[in-house]
């Protein structure tokens, strides 16, 4: 009769170890007052290349996010803002912004720990966000108007022609 084999695969030893480091940096930047429990590692190829806790109440900055912070972070380090290929592990799951620049940044894959009910559940207004976001512009609590789209269109048209011009 064959055995079960129990062992924790090294991968997830690998993706724990991660998170674990995520999950120290929320802790210490919560306890410094710094900004909310909130830390982030971005990895590529086995190595941490951008790191960060939130820093919103330090920063006086509410864009100033973990997540933001280490692809921030990550990007400065590689020289580059494509960060294709490369994992993020953030202490929550991360807020429409978060999760906006994730998919910006190229980031292949998020791990994450507490989910945006559990963060909900202490304040933090996550899924409210997610909520305004499904609904139409118009049904949104902050009134959205659009002008000058013509001239806006013009500025896009140049852009378009540009040799400057990088896809990101």
């Excluded at 590529?44 to 864009?63: K, W, Y």
């Excluded at 294709?84 to 994730?102: D, F, K, Q």
Aim: hydrophobic share 40%.
């Amino acid at each position: 009769m064959a055995t079960l084999d129990t062992s924790i695969p090294v991968d997830n030893e690998k993706h724990n170890y991660w998170m674990r480091l995520a999950l120290k940096l929320a802790q210490y930047g919560s306890e410094q007052g710094e900004g909310g429990p909130f830390g982030a590692v971005v990895v590529l190829q086995g190595e941490a290349i951008g790191l960060a806790h939130n820093e919103v109440l330090s920063r006086l900055d509410p864009t100033a996010h973990a997540e933001i912070l280490a692809i921030q972070r990550a990007a400065k380090k590689i020289s580059h803002f494509d960060l294709e290929g490369s994992i993020i592990y953030t202490s929550c799951e991360p807020c429409p912004m978060c999760l906006s620049a994730i998919y910006w940044a190229g980031i292949s894959k998020v791990y994450y720990a507490c989910c945006k009910e559990d963060v909900q559940g202490i304040g933090f207004r996550d899924a409210f966000l997610y909520e305004e976001l499904s609904k139409p512009v118009c049904q949104r609590k902050i009134q959205a108007i659009q002008l000058l789209r013509e001239e806006g269109i013009a500025i896009l048209k140049n852009w378009e022609k540009s040799p400057l011009k990088i896809l990101y």
